[in-house]
């Protein structure tokens, strides 16, 4: 019996009437159910799309990407197995809830790095203030390494801004809490538009935090 898959699909499209079509259809010549698309970033006339696809059968993966690829100026940038889809809207929308809803600091902490990491399908997420590291989840790195990580990405205003940074590493700040909020994950980029999600998601933290301390 043929195995089925959940499938991410990043592709990089030209930006022109018609380009998204085009891959919309090559994924349906393989049998491919799209259940969602997400644009995660635009610029100079290049789009980067991830659809959700759901395929009858694994091994129609591989028969996936060359379909994709037919398409004039498309290229796959990555292809990954995943368990569920995520659904960045809802997504966003249920973390907050969740923070808002943490009884106390540590437990928002603890709430952070769990939501975050789920939501971003990360490898691993740590909360890092100063030396001290308030949460992790994940096989993260060690403290030395983390604080390096910091200190150079942190350096540079456009990653501090979420507008950039390395591939496999986003990093937002609390400003409140004076803490770092950063995500690690292996083979798939963070774009532009998961950036600014995880900046948003650090601004509700970092309030909630506040409301928790003012209640104190």
Known sequence: MAESANVLVRVW???????LGL???????????IVGIDVLERDQGVVIDEFAV???????????????????GASVEEVRIVQRFP?????A????????????????????V???RREFLAEWTVLLRGSALLAS????????????????????????????GPGDLAIATL?????????????????????????????VADRAWQLLDAGG
């Open 114 to 116: 769990g939501q975050i």
């Open 93 to 112: 929308l249920q973390s907050a809830a969740t923070l808002c809803e943490a009884p106390s600091t540590e437990a928002l902490c603890a709430r952070l």
């Open 87 to 91: 659904d960045p809207r809802l997504d």
């Open 137 to 164: 989840e994940g096989e993260a790195p060690s403290a030395d390494h983390l604080q390096a990580l910091a200190t150079g990405t942190m350096a540079s205003p456009s990653v501090a801004e979420g507008e950039t």
């Open 54 to 72: 759901r395929l009858a059968d694994l091994d129609l993966v591989a028969v996936l990407v060359k379909e994709v690829e037919e398409v004039d």
């Open 13 to 19: 499209l030209p930006d022109r009437p018609g380009a």
């Open 23 to 33: 891959v919309a259809s090559r994924i349906g010549a393989v049998r491919g159910d």
């Open 175 to 203: 400003e409140h809490l004076g803490a770092l909020l950063m995500v690690g994950r292996d083979g798939q980029a963070f774009r532009l538009r998961e950036r600014a999600q995880l900046f948003a998601l650090a601004r």
